[in-house]
């Protein structure tokens, strides 16, 4: 079974930069969706952005467009959220999660359901 562990989470301030990595298992090194998404409290996990592994295209919310990028670094398994120009608002749990591609419109999608493996999770919060 695939096993993911977040890092890098932490304090940032407005304006600033933060980076998360989630370390995979091997069983994800291939053909797979890997994908970041967030949780503010009493909400719902929302999606933040993900990755299609066979060629890097990657797909985002448009809350983050322009601000945050998911990348790869294939020979270790790891998935990377770089979180530029941060807000307040960006104050929350990430997850990391992999799952099966869904295709035909676009390989990878954002919705939390389509993702049976997950991380435990990693808090970044933001002041102003």
């Known amino acids: 079974q695939v096993k993911l562990v977040e890092s890098g989470g932490g304090s940032g301030q407005a304006g600033g930069s933060l980076r998360l990595s989630c370390a995979a298992s091997?069983?994800?090194?291939?053909?797979?969706?890997m994908a970041w998404f967030r949780q503010f409290p009493g909400k719902e996990r929302e999606g933040v952005g993900v990755?299609?592994?066979?060629?890097?295209?990657?797909w985002y919310a448009d809350s983050v467009k322009g601000r945050f990028t998911v990348s790869q670094d294939n020979a270790n398994n790891t998935l990377y959220l770089q979180l530029n120009s941060l807000k307040p608002d960006d104050t929350a749990m990430y997850y990391c999660?992999?799952?099966?591609?869904?295709?035909?419109?676009?390989?990878?999608?954002?919705?939390?359901?389509?993702?049976?493996?997950w991380g435990q999770g990693t808090q970044v919060a933001v002041s102003s």
């Open positions: 990755i299609w592994t066979a060629d890097r295209s990657t």
């Open positions: 091997t069983a994800t090194s291939h053909a797979y969706c």
């Open positions: 999660a992999a799952g099966p591609p869904a295709g035909p419109t676009q390989m990878c999608g954002l919705r939390s359901a389509s993702y049976p493996f």
